[in-house]
């Protein structure tokens, strides 16, 4: 019972230091990187929604590794992984019958922005994206994505 106790108060604490800005960036800085956070996560969706794949060239980086987990008939699973050129190559027909459009789904959270590196979810009309981005000369950068179909 006591060790619950001590879990509780450490995690309000830190709850507490976290809400004043302990240890994170002042909060004009934050406000700043969150949108354009934010604005990565958007060319990253309206490149499939838009059939823009040129949106993905500014906001995923070179290195981009995206993944998901997948059944294997019979049993089993296992890890998929896309490129970024994949990526791109996808986005361009991804919705060649127009089954999403601007009106589409596209929420976005930004859950943590620690100096350099973030990390956000994007709800979609069909699936839900994890995003870890970081910034590298000066420009946020999708470099790592999660994602599994609803």
């Keep these: 019972m006591r060790k619950g106790i001590t879990i509780v ?5 830190s709850a507490s230091l976290v809400g004043l800005g302990v240890g994170s960036l002042p909060q004009e800085d ?9 604005a990565a996560v958007l060319n990253y969706i309206n490149s499939y ?8 060239e500014e906001s995923v980086h070179p290195n981009l590794k995206k993944r998901n987990i997948r059944s294997v008939e019979g049993g089993g ?21 127009g089954r ?18 973030a990390s956000a979810k994007l709800i979609a009309e069909n699936w839900v994206d994890y995003f870890h981005l970081a910034r590298i000369d000066g420009q946020w950068m999708i470099v790592n994505v999660l994602w599994a179909g609803r």
């Design 49 to 56: 929604y838009q059939t823009r794949p040129e949106l993905l």
């Design 100 to 117: 999403w459009t601007d009106s589409s789904r596209k929420d976005v959270i930004v859950y943590d922005i620690d100096g350099e590196i």
């Design 30 to 38: 934050v406000g700043e990187d969150r949108q354009l956070i934010e």
């Design 77 to 97: 699973q296992y890890l998929n992984e896309m490129t970024r050129s994949q990526l791109i190559a996808l986005a361009a027909v991804v919705n060649a019958d």
């Design 9 to 13: 108060v450490a995690l309000v604490a």
